[in-house]
């Protein structure tokens, strides 16, 4: 295998040793496209979502009151979030039922994760509210983020840039077929 040709590009200031990793995809995220600015339904993407098919909406599987889908802009493979069906904004608004099915999924979460990808760890936790990191406050979800020793290499921390070994849709099918059999 012979290595990448490296193309200089013009007009990005002095010429260096490092190589770049472009991730353009991520600035949908920084401009916050696709978030809603009010706290309606309407327009919010965890209450579209659920309308498209599992493998384009990255649905990994549907429960009775809440629902696994992969994280759009994730920090490591297989982050993926657990979500009512109902439009709420806070955690002690949910009813004692859709509290229980959120815990159960984030059990089973954590079970297919380690089945799948044998990770070290899980953080797991909600961002309230906008001042606390919530990206759509409107809608609660929380995070399943599994973890390795040296994850947090040099990329994201020197870098800026997290770097993902599988596309979102090979890990969403690999998460899918796992939710069904452990």
């Known amino acids: 295998m012979s290595d990448p040709e490296l193309v200089e590009q013009q007009g990005v200031g002095e010429p ?76 002690t608004d949910l009813t004692v039922q859709e509290t229980l099915e959120l815990a159960e999924f984030t059990q089973q979460a954590m079970r297919v994760g380690r089945a799948v ?28 983020v599994p973890r390795w020793g040296g994850d947090a290499n040099f990329m994201p921390v020197i870098g800026h840039t997290k770097v993902l070994p599988q596309l979102l849709a090979e890990t969403r099918q690999l998460l899918a077929d796992a939710w069904k059999t452990v």
């Open 16 to 91: 260096d040793a490092l190589q770049r990793l472009w991730t353009p995809h991520r600035m949908a995220y920084i401009k916050g496209e696709n978030k809603p600015d009010h706290d309606q339904s309407e327009g919010c993407p965890f209450c579209r979502v659920v309308e498209l098919d599992d493998v384009d909406a990255l649905i990994i599987a549907r429960g009775e009151l809440v629902y696994a889908l992969l994280n759009l802009y994730p920090y490591n493979p297989g982050h993926l979030m657990v979500v009512p069906y109902r439009h709420v904004a806070d955690y």
């Open 117 to 144: 990808a044998t990770p070290h760890g899980f953080n797991i936790g909600m961002n309230q509210g906008v001042i606390a990191g919530a990206g759509i406050a409107a809608h609660l979800h929380q995070h399943l």
